[in-house]
């Protein structure tokens, strides 16, 4: 199995026209995001982003992490259905933790029941 790799120096591209789009200077990405100035900095090096730090860039940028994903050799995978889910659940801001994990327990039992196959 080929292991996937973040593409660091994709991630930051995007990150850069999202900032060129909203009209910023990455001083201003770095108080929006809430992502040090030195974080920016070295992805502009190159370098990988924490994953907190990633969490906020992606929630700041509306971007998705999986389209800096590269496997070679290989398409890009889509996450299964069941997972979708529960990711719109759990980011539902309608919805408490325990509300969202609530639906998913029971969606997933629902799955199960009625998957063809």
């Not at 080929?2 to 660091?8: P, S």
């Not at 591209?13 to 900095?41: H, I, M, P, Y």
């Not at 502009?44 to 924490?50: E, I, M, S, V």
């Not at 299964?80 to 325990?98: F, H, T, W, Y």
């Amino acid at each position: 199995m080929t292991r996937g790799e973040f593409d660091a120096e994709g991630f930051y591209d995007a990150l850069d026209a999202q900032r060129l789009g909203r009209g910023l200077n990455w001083k201003q990405v770095a108080s929006e995001s809430e992502v040090s100035a030195s974080t920016l900095t070295r992805l502009a090096q190159g370098k990988r982003p924490d994953v907190d730090s990633m969490a906020a860039l992606l929630a700041w940028s509306g971007l998705n992490a999986n389209d800096f994903i590269r496997r070679p050799g290989k398409a890009p995978r889509k996450a299964e259905p069941l997972a979708q889910v529960a990711a719109i659940l759990r980011g539902d801001p309608n919805l408490s933790k325990e509300g969202a994990v609530a639906l998913d327990a029971l969606i997933k039992t629902a799955y199960e029941r009625f998957r063809q196959g």
